[in-house]
């Protein structure tokens, strides 16, 4: 063990610029980082519209690079997933959201954690079996999590993800459907897939007030969510404009830097404090 945490430190000092490089060389020292504990989550609030109240957080991974610094999510997801990484970092960051999520919990604090899942998640037969063991493990609700998908890349059209998305949803994982109206076959994908929360995109979202056709849309995918017995969540208020405009719509939940941009685990309870003072 000792010897393997030696070994671990000296991966993770050889790096250099992870920026530097081809694709097979980043992909390599992201794979030493996954190992490395160098990827933290982030997490952002979810509040319910109503009561105004703190009901959930997303999971947002930061990859916490020792000579880059903090680099974004859109910098590494892709090459996860491209080099076969991506199995291992949901993984890591799953845990890590079930580990805060357990001293909130322990705390007083009973919120849902989202997190973010990739397609390629949703190709083995195994997952759903290793998503309720961490759950178990930490002693979370499966009714408290939720896995977001994007929209954009689901296909409907593949046995092994509905087969995966039906077994997570009859363990009562909640499945949220991201990004969307950003895709092409929206429609067929909410009648195929278990899915019950809808995450309408910040496109549609932020400038709802201002613009007339984004309002349509916002407001036919609130109806259409409802009508299919879907939670819904609007994410992207920036603005008072926004909040406003959200606080005399049917929306469930709502996200935004408005409201509190993503923060690392510890500021998590003191921003709860504040917020509901
Ligand atoms: P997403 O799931 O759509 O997450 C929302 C993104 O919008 C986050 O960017 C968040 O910081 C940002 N955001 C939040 N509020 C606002 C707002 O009011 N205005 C604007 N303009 N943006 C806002 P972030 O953290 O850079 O993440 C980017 C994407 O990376 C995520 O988009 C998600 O698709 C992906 N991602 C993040 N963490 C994970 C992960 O653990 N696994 C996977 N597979 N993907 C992840
Ligand atoms: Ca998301
Ligand atoms: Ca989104
Ligand atoms: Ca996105």
């Known amino acids: 063990q000792q010897l393997r945490q030696v070994f671990q430190q000296d991966l993770c000092r050889l790096a250099p610029s992870v920026l530097a490089g081809h694709d097979g060389y980043r992909a390599d020292r992201l794979r030493q980082a996954i190992v490395c504990g160098e990827l933290e989550n982030f997490y952002q609030p979810k509040l319910d519209l109503t009561s105004g109240k703190l009901i959930g957080v997303e999971t947002l ?36 959201a079930l580990h805060h999520a357990r001293q909130w919990r322990d705390a007083g604090l009973k919120i849902s954690v989202a997190v973010n899942v990739s397609m390629a998640n949703l190709s083995h037969v195994t997952f759903p079996d290793r998503v309720v063991a961490a759950a178990n493990k930490a002693r979370f609700p499966l ?13 409907s059209n593949q046995r092994i993800t509905l087969d995966i998305l039906t077994r997570l949803r009859l363990k009562r994982i909640n499945l949220s459907i991201d990004d969307f109206g950003t895709g092409h076959s929206s429609l067929v994908q909410l009648h195929d897939l278990p899915f019950n929360e809808l995450k309408i995109d910040k496109g549609f979202v932020h400038g709802a007030c201002r613009d007339n056709s984004l309002r349509a849309i916002f407001e036919g995918s609130l109806e259409m969510a409802r009508k299919l017995g879907m939670k819904t969540v609007a994410e992207g ?5 926004d909040w406003n405009f959200l606080l005399a ?29």
Request: aromatic share 10%; hydrophobic share 40%.
């Open 237 to 241: 208020i920036e603005d008072s404009d």
């Open 143 to 155: 009714t408290a999590l939720v896995l977001e998908v994007t929209e954009s890349k689901l296909m």
């Open 61 to 96: 991974v930061r990859w916490h690079h020792p000579e880059d610094g903090l680099i974004y999510p859109d910098q590494f997801i892709p090459l996860a997933e491209q080099y076969g990484l991506i199995d291992a970092l949901t993984q890591v960051v799953l845990n890590q």
């Open 249 to 277: 719509s049917s929306c469930d939940t709502v996200q935004g830097f408005y409201i509190a941009k993503p923060m690392r685990a510890e500021e998590l309870l003191d921003w709860h404090t504040l917020w509901s003072r």
